[in-house]
T-cell receptor, first 113, second 118 residues
Framework: DQQVKQNSPSLSVQEGRISILNCDYT??????FLWYKKYPAEGPTFLIS?????DKNEDGRFTVFLNKSAKHLSLHIVPSQPGDSAVYFCAASLIQGAQKLVFGQGTRLTINP | GAVVSQHPSRVICKSGTSVKIECRSL??????MFWYRQFPKQSLMLMATSNEGSKATYEQGVEKDKFLINHASLTLSTLTVTSAHPEDSSFYIC??????????????FGPGTRLTVL
């Protein structure tokens, strides 16, 4: 049972435009969400996180939005840069501090010059 | 930022042999480390949680006797794939949680180890 889903396996965006990556989850007990960026043959790199008590968290070009009623979160990257091309994973945990992360399948983002 | 290393980065072995993968937190202490496995174009699947000084906690479906985990110090955890078979070929990634990080759930990941069993 896939508790965290990223339904778009790939996304192409023009450089300078906004990239929007989506993630849905089924377990309403999840209360902490993270986005990771991964290059081939490398480990994931932490990007940004959000607690369930918030609906938005911003860090530079990256903003994560959380809609708890819809069990949906999204990552916005603006403006998109060629170096943003990578696979992006969203992850969720049941209790903040409980440590165990459940990952989505990933979305491959390609930024076109 | 926090750095986690893995060694080796790539290993090829014959079927039936055992392979040890090391995971080290280089600039912080990690009371808890995690071992993941990733198949091509799939998500990271948690295999086990490694706690310093105690037994690892394995996820459902992961064979404890096949994937031996040892977390002997606050900076080192090892995963040993015993009697490896071709179906064990995969990308193994470890992560570590900075015990001083407080309530954050941020895990720092190693670069991964590509295991190929012939």
């Amino acid at each position: 049972d896939q508790q965290v889903k990223q339904n778009s396996p790939s996304l192409s965006v023009q450089e300078g435009r906004i990239s929007i990556l989506n993630c849905d989850y089924t377990n309403s007990m999840f209360d902490y969400f993270l986005w990771y960026k991964k290059y081939p043959a490398e480990g994931p790199t932490f990007l940004i996180s959000i607690s369930s008590i918030k609906d938005k968290n911003e860090d530079g070009r990256f903003t994560v939005f959380l809609n708890k009623s819809a069990k949906h979160l999204s990552l916005h990257i603006v403006p998109s840069q060629p170096g943003d091309s990578a696979v992006y994973f969203c992850a969720a945990s049941l209790i903040q501090g409980a440590q165990k992360l459940v990952f989505g399948q990933g979305t491959r983002l390609t930024i076109n010059p | 930022g926090a750095v986690v290393s893995q060694h080796p980065s790539r290993v090829i072995c014959k079927s039936g042999t055992s392979v040890k993968i090391e995971c080290r937190s280089l600039d912080f202490q990690a009371t808890t480390m995690f071992w993941y496995r990733q198949f091509p174009k799939q998500s990271l699947m948690l295999m086990a949680t490694s706690n310093e000084g105690s037994k690892a906690t394995y996820e459902q479906g992961v064979e404890k006797d096949k994937f031996l985990i040892n977390h002997a110090s606050l900076t080192l955890s090892t995963l040993t794939v015993t009697s490896a078979h071709p179906e064990d070929s995969s990308f193994y990634i470890c992560s570590a949680r900075d015990w001083l990080a407080g309530v954050t759930d941020t895990q720092y990941f190693g670069p991964g180890t590509r295991l190929t069993v012939l």
